[in-house]
């Protein structure tokens, strides 16, 4: 393979701390406070409007837990009509009122409240017996921007049809991964799920409904994909469907090099017809193999995984997933032999699983039940995650992960790390 192949390569570290940062971290609190303007006089928003208390403490926090910002008020829309009827409303306010639109309320640090202003909750919108129109011929499905991701993956696998770029984690809405980028290990080859968007419709500042694409109003259609809700509003969207695989052969690696660790994942995401799904993590002397995730190894190499953690202090995982059907399978088997023996991981520490193509693409709800059941899922979670440049990637190694991370004892949660191509 020759070198210049991986030149449009950048790597992206995603640092998830969960547990031990979290004691130390204060929640920054925004109250509310009186303002000039009163919406509940009007009748279009009669019962869909709220102020009630318990409303307003659920709409002023999310998943970060690590902030508090209150609305005065919480919209539950029915249509999206009483959506462009807010914002025409607070377009024609003086002054006008912050608005901000929340899907699974799965943010960081609060970019889906609205200090003072109205937070809408689109999940209200979700209706079970409509939302989503899929196309067989032209492999598409129009959805409903509250719909949660799983709820697609489950009507689209109903007629043997999938998106094709995925986030780790599926109870998020369509129009909130939109919203921002919707990253996961197949987007080396697909691209984000903002690429994978064919056409949508968006409420502007103004309250009105555009539909839009990369030939129609295409400065919204770009600005909104991956805008973080100041464009717009997303409320539908089409996204690009596939034939649906049935199951996934799913690999783990283990490396004590990181130069070979990222050298066989640059080279993997550079074939074109290799691996489904690529992502990376890195092990730290800190516990239990790869903490929560533990479960992904079988519990009689634990030991084993411990000790090599605490012999070298920072360990690597590769994981890879080729998919396949009944016709596909004896291929995939030889493909993936092969590709085991190509890869400078520790020999004697790969780990294979054999699931459904569902139960790979939800894997990480195994891991969100089992911290709910320790109470760890709704603590403080300051999350980050960041593009490196691929010939910075081994100074981060050493200056982040074996030093910054490592001499402080600072993270117990996941630390993920993988490559993708610029060009996606």
């Known amino acids: 393979m020759a070198s210049n192949s991986f030149r449009s390569q950048i790597h992206l570290g995603v640092i998830i701390i969960l547990i031990i940062i979290t004691l130390l971290t204060p929640i920054t609190t925004y109250n509310t406070s009186p303002q000039p303007w009163n919406i509940l006089s009007h009748n279009d928003f009669a019962g869909k409007l709220t102020t009630a208390s318990s409303s307003i403490e659920s709409a002023a926090t999310d998943f970060g837990h690590v902030t508090k910002i209150f609305p005065s008020a919480v919209l539950n829309p029915s249509s999206v009509e009483d959506i462009t009827d807010l914002v025409k409303l607070s377009y024609d306010s003086q002054p006008s009122f912050t608005l901000a639109a929340r899907g699974h309320g799965h943010s960081h640090r609060g970019q889906a409240s609205a200090k003072d202003g109205v937070v809408v909750n689109m999940r209200s919108m979700v ?226 699983k054999d699931v459904t193509y569902m139960d790979f693409l939800n894997r990480v709800r195994t891991g969100e039940l089992s911290l709910k059941s320790k109470g760890q899922w709704d603590v403080p979670h300051p999350w980050l995650n960041l593009f490196v440049p691929k010939s910075q990637i081994s100074k981060f190694d050493n200056s982040v992960f074996k030093g910054i991370i490592l001499r402080n004892n600072i993270t117990s949660g996941p630390v993920l790390v993988y490559p993708m191509n610029r060009n996606k």
Not at 137 to 153: Q, R
Not at 194 to 200: A, K, P
Not at 237 to 259: C, G, Q, T
Not at 284 to 298: A, E, I, Q
């Open 127 to 352: 209706n079970r017996d409509r939302g989503i129109k899929v196309s067989r011929t032209g492999l598409y499905a129009d959805v409903d921007a509250a719909w949660l991701w799983i709820e697609v993956l489950n009507k689209t696998l109903e007629l043997g049809l999938t998106p094709v770029s995925w986030t780790d984690y599926l109870y998020l809405t369509v129009g909130g991964t939109l919203s921002n980028a919707g990253i996961s290990g197949q987007t080396f080859r697909y691209g984000p799920q903002i690429t994978n968007v064919q056409e949508m419709d968006v409420i502007t500042g103004k309250g009105e409904i555009a539909t839009c694409s990369k030939d129609m109003n295409s400065d919204l259609f770009f600005a909104a994909l991956g805008g973080f809700g100041q464009f717009g509003i997303i409320t539908r969207a089409r996204i690009k469907l596939e034939v649906a695989p049935k199951r996934a052969k799913w690999f783990r690696f283990l490396y004590i090099d990181f130069s070979e660790f990222t050298r066989d994942q640059e080279r993997l995401i550079s074939e074109t017809d290799g691996v489904d799904f690529l992502e990376g993590s890195v092990m730290l002397d800190h516990g239990p193999p790869d903490n929560w995730r533990s479960t992904y190894y079988p519990p009689s190499d634990h030991l084993r995984i411990v000790s090599m953690v605490k012999r070298h202090r920072v360990i690597y995982c590769l994981e890879v997933v080729k998919y396949y059907d009944e016709t596909s399978q004896y291929a995939v088997n030889e493909e993936m032999e092969d590709l085991g023996e190509s890869l400078n991981f520790v020999k004697g520490f790969m780990y294979e």
